[in-house]
C-alpha cells in the first residue's frame, strides 16, 4: 500500500503546473528590465558601461576616450520580487527601485509572464546658476512600468512594457511633466549560451521640438555560470529607466550609436534546489 501511495503521488507531482524559465538571460533586457527576478535571498551586483559615440572619430578613438558608468546592487526578497539600488555618472544620479512578479507562465496553461517595475531617480548634480530657486522635489524623476513577456519556444521570446515617467522639473513649459512610452523586446536564442537580444522604448507624444529620440538597442547575451554578461550597441548614454527612456540625444540611424555593456554576478542564497526546479540562466544555475 505504502509503493501504490508513492506511485500515486509521483503520478500528481508531475501533474502540477510547470512555470516556464529562461524567459530572458538576466534582470536587464539591455538598458531597460526584463521580466526576471532573482532568487530569495541571492545578491546581484550589476556593472554598466557606456563609451561615447561610435562617430566621434578617431580623435575621440570613436568613443572610447569618453565613458558613463553605473553601478548597482539587487537582493532577492522573495524569489519574485527584487530591490535594487544604483549610482550613474549620467547626470549623478541615484536610483532606488522594486521590482514584483505577479503571473507566472505556465506550460500548457496560463500564456504570459507578468510584473511591476517601479523607480525613483534622484540628480545629485549642482544645479544651474540661473537665479532660478530650486527645491530638492525639481530633483527627482519617477518611472512605473508594468512587464508582459512571453517565451514561445526555446529560442524565441518576446515582451512589451507599457510605461509612465515622471519629471517633476523640465526644461521647457512644452514640456510634458508625465510621458507614456511603450517599451518592446526580445531575445533570439543561438546556442545555450549565447542569445541576440533587440529593445525599443517609443515616446507617445512628446514636445516634438525638443531634442530627444526613442531608445533603441541591440546586442548579445553571454551567460557563464553565476555571471551574465551583455554587449550592445545604442543611442543611450543614461543607464537608467527615467533617464534614458527621457533624455536620449542619440540619434542611432544617423551614426550616435554607442558601445556598451552589463555585467552582473550573483551570488549568496540556498545552493539547493527546489524540487523540479529548472533554472534561470542569469540567476538560478551557479551561486557561490
Known sequence: MD???EVADDGNAEAEPQRVYNTFGGTHLINGESIETIDKKVWSFII???????NGGWRELFGIDQASIRFAMEYG?????TLGAGR????????????YRFLDQIENGFPLSMAYYGSLGINSQKFPDSGQENYFSSRLSF????????KFNDWFSLQIAPTVVHQNLVETIADK??????????????TDRLSFVLEYYLRIKDNPDNPYKDAFAFG????TGGHV??????????????????KTTGDFFQGDIHFGFNISRTFGGNSKKKKREKPVESTKEEKS
Open 77 to 81: 526578497v522573495m524569489d519574485n520580487l
Open 229 to 246: 554578461f551583455q554587449f550592445q550597441f545604442t543611442n543611450s548614454n543614461a543607464m537608467y529607466l527615467a533617464g534614458f527612456t527621457r
Open 3 to 5: 509503493l501504490l501511495e
Open 48 to 54: 554598466s558601461h557606456r563609451f561615447g559615440r561610435l
Open 177 to 190: 511633466n508625465t510621458l507614456f512610452i511603450l517599451g518592446m523586446g526580445a531575445k533570439v536564442k543561438a
Open 143 to 150: 518611472a512605473n512600468q508594468i512587464l508582459i513577456a512571453r
Open 220 to 223: 548579445i547575451d553571454l551567460v
Open 88 to 99: 550613474s555618472t549620467f547626470e549623478k544620479t541615484f536610483d532606488f527601485y522594486a521590482k
